[in-house]
């Protein structure tokens, strides 16, 4: 054990007590596992985003997730694995990290768990601390015997810092400064959808620059608002496009009657139909060809957000693609996203059919929707080369222990 006098004394008083039962979620999976835990409250997303990134960067790697609270949400890869994080009891923690047995251990923030640190330490699996921050080294345990954090911060192998201020917090707990990175800190990052490139290229040659606005993932009870909304937005823009996009064909088909009942007139994907000059509406039916429109459209409404009870699109895969945001107010869990988004000037919010016809009118501008699509970028892409560097630490710490070839 790299370990001390006071860290040997925690593990001993804190093994005098009666050991909870530890039971794991499933077996392991055969092949590299790399360990992820999130410890900051509010954070879980930028660090489930980190193992999606690495398990699609690197095929066959299995990745394990946990978390000192909330859940991760299941975005549906395979290869990620979540877990509840185990009581510090040292029993407890030795059989956690046996039974997972983790080639790499990934943890952010900080509040450390000694015995679980010392068990993943003792087991011979690569530590990283990354995105320290100094509020994760404030916790009474970090101020109760200070031999204690500092023992446990030369358990880890690679250590980073979000900032000067966690960098200095973390040299007075005895990490040495050149034992230490400086990063941006990690956050949340959109993820691109595939289009077909035969498809953007003879979509965008007969849209011919036409201003043109997406509804994506559209409820059935918005279509009316929706279907309003743009023809008020017509009324100062005359050849404005709206692709009203749905996950359910038979919605889908509502939507196109009802736009023909109003006077519009309609084109549908689904039926082999590009748009023309006349076309006012393209209904779209194919959740697979969601990132077709995202790369079309100027400006896209996310679908669901007008309604309670509807699911709503991810806002940070949006603005990945370049278009500019508007929302209704239900936002379900994405408040924070849509909240990094608004206050960045990527997102406007509305609440009623004649905002967004006012919205769409004002946002469709070319500058106004450039400005507000880069403003999403910056969102979006901050933090990715600290997310970039993390990755390629563990791959290459992964490359080093695989067994020669005989």
């Not at 077909?196 to 606005?213: I, N, V």
């Not at 005359?238 to 749905?246: A, E, G, S």
Request: glycine share 8%; aromatic share 6%.
């Amino acid at each position: 054990m790299r370990g001390s006098l006071g860290l040997t004394a925690y593990r001993t008083l804190s093994g005098r007590r009666k050991p909870p039962d530890f039971v794991p979620a499933r077996d392991r999976p055969e092949g590299e596992l790399v360990w992820i835990h999130a410890a900051e409250p509010g954070n879980n997303r930028a660090l489930n985003d980190l193992a999606h990134r690495l398990v699609f960067m690197r095929p066959g790697c299995q990745v394990l997730l946990t978390a000192a609270q909330d859940h991760f949400g299941d975005r549906g890869a395979d290869d990620i694995w979540h877990e509840t994080l185990p009581s510090d009891h040292p029993v407890v923690t030795d059989a956690f990290v046996a039974h997972w047995a983790p080639d790499v251990a990934v943890w952010a923030w900080g509040d450390l768990r000694p015995n679980l640190i010392l068990s993943t330490a003792e087991s011979g699996a690569h530590l990283m601390l990354v995105d320290a921050a100094r509020d994760g080294f404030d916790g009474r345990r970090d101020r109760w015997l200070s031999e204690v954090p500092r023992a446990l911060l030369a358990q880890f192998d690679h250590v980073t810092a979000r900032n000067e201020e966690a960098h200095l917090k973390l040299a007075q707990m005895g990490r040495p400064v050149g034992a230490m990175e400086l990063a941006e800190p990690l956050h949340p990052f959109g993820k691109v959808m595939p289009a077909a490139d035969s498809d953007l290229t003879e979509l965008t040659a007969t849209l011919g620059g036409r201003p043109t606005w997406l509804s994506a993932r559209t409820s059935q009870a918005e279509c009316s608002t929706i279907l309003a909304a743009h023809k008020l937005s017509l009324k100062a823009s005359h050849r404005l496009l709206l692709i009203l996009h749905f996950s359910q064909v038979h919605h889908a088909k509502a939507a196109e009657q009802e736009a023909r009942e109003q006077g519009l007139q309609v084109a549908n994907w689904g039926d082999g139909t590009f748009p023309d000059d006349n076309t006012q509406v393209l209904i779209a039916d194919d959740d697979a060809e969601l990132g077709l429109w995202l790369r079309v459209a100027t400006v896209t409404f996310l679908g669901g957000s007008m309604r309670v009870g509807s699911d709503v699109c991810d806002p940070y895969s949006v603005a990945a693609h370049g278009t500019a945001i508007v929302y209704g107010p239900n936002v379900g869990p994405h408040v924070d996203a849509f909240t990094r988004l608004m206050n960045a000037g990527a997102a406007r919010i509305v609440n009623d059919t004649a905002s967004l016809g006012r919205a769409i009118s004002q946002m469709i501008a070319p500058d106004h929707a450039a400005q507000m699509a880069m403003a999403g970028w910056d969102v979006v892409t901050r933090g990715a080369d600290s997310l970039d560097r993390i990755i390629a630490l563990i791959q290459s710490r992964l490359d080093g222990r695989k067994p020669e070839a005989s």
